[in-house]
């Protein structure tokens, strides 16, 4: 059986499940790279988007 791979590039983090795995960019570089759930629910994922989840949703956190 033939495999294949795509790389896919999405803002909007509920897309993200749809994948089998993700990496994480920040600042140019791979910040995570897991499945989404592990993804989403990271230190990273927060650090490097400076959001937290509220719920079922994302809110921007606040700076310090």
Do not use: C, Y
Not at 35 to 43: D, R
Not at 46 to 62: E, H, L, M, S
């Amino acid at each position: 059986a033939q495999q294949s791979a795509a790389l896919v590039s999405v803002h909007d983090l509920n897309q993200v499940e749809s994948f089998d795995r993700v990496l994480l960019m920040d600042g140019g570089a791979i910040a995570g790279d897991g499945k989404p759930m592990e993804i989403l629910g990271s230190a990273a994922l927060v650090q490097a988007f400076r959001i937290a989840r509220d719920g079922t949703n994302w809110k921007i956190r606040k700076s310090a």
